[in-house]
């Protein structure tokens, strides 16, 4: 029997009502979906569990909504292989990329075991302050250092041990593939394409403009200080979990030695993909010129 764990975004009504209607059809197909116990009330016939324990009691993983219900997610999975399938319900969309008219074409596969998955790498956080690590997060898209009111901070910066600059700016990027059409693309950051093994250290409007945006190989490790004297310095990951960051402390980032998986629909590139969300131009049709 397929256990299919669901979790949608609640704010939105369109995406409630696919979850019940997903729901039944799983039921009909000999499967069971569960959810998380705020669920329960609106998706109906599920069973519920608590959020800590979902991913433990599932296969596959369904989400309904955008990028920050996709970001939720994955962080519930705390790191276990189990393949999330995202439905855009939402606005661009670029994890949640397949369509609604794709759902029950990919659940179809599901249930047979027959889907093609895309590894998508993680970071691993860590806060130190003095000389204690006082917090550890994992993250899909980003690590963002950034001062409080638009003040310019000042963030002593290290790749794989060695002292690469202290940077003056609005705040610093850490990103991965998956992150670099988040934050990072604002930043003027390079779009990278989701699989390649690297990480994007990236400058939010930098002081001195020569200080641009830098990738390097997934086996180094990134580690800031925040420069004594900074005030209202906030430490927020893939954009949900914020942490207040204090002088002299240290956030140490590196690869994770989790991955989150994506479930794919055959025929739909990547390429595709950022054409729909970012509206690049489409070549137009090939006209035959005028022979008179």
Known sequence: ???????????????????????EWVSEKGGAVYTSQNLLEVIRPATSVPAGDLSASIDVMVVLG???????????????KVPILGINMGGLGFL?????????????RIMRDDYVIEER???????NRKNETV???KVL??????????RLVRLETKINNEYVNTYRADGLIIATPTGSTAYSLSANGPILYPTIHSIIVAPICPFNLTNRPVVIPDWMSVDVTVIPDQMSV??????????????????????????VYLIKYEGKSYFD????????????????????
Do not use: F
Request: with cysteine; hydrophobic share 45%; charged share 30%.
């Open 234 to 259: 906030g430490l927020m990951l893939d954009g949900q979990v914020d942490v207040s960051l204090e002088a002299g402390d240290l956030v140490k980032v590196k690869r994770a030695e989790a991955s």
């Open 135 to 137: 917090a550890k997060h």
């Open 121 to 127: 790498m993680m970071l691993s956080v860590s806060l």
């Open 1 to 23: 029997m397929k256990k299919i764990g669901l979790v949608i975004k609640l704010s939105n009504p369109e995406a409630i009502k696919l979850g019940c209607d997903i729901c």
């Open 273 to 292: 993909i950022l054409r729909e969300r970012l509206m690049w131009e489409i070549k137009p049709p090939c006209v035959e010129p005028d022979r008179k």
């Open 141 to 150: 898209n980003d690590v963002v250092i950034r001062g409080a009111l638009g």
């Open 96 to 108: 949640t990329a397949s369509t609604l008219k794709e759902v029950y074409p990919l659940l179809e």
């Open 66 to 80: 955008g990028d920050g219900t996709m970001l939720s997610a994955a962080r519930m999975l705390d790191g276990r």
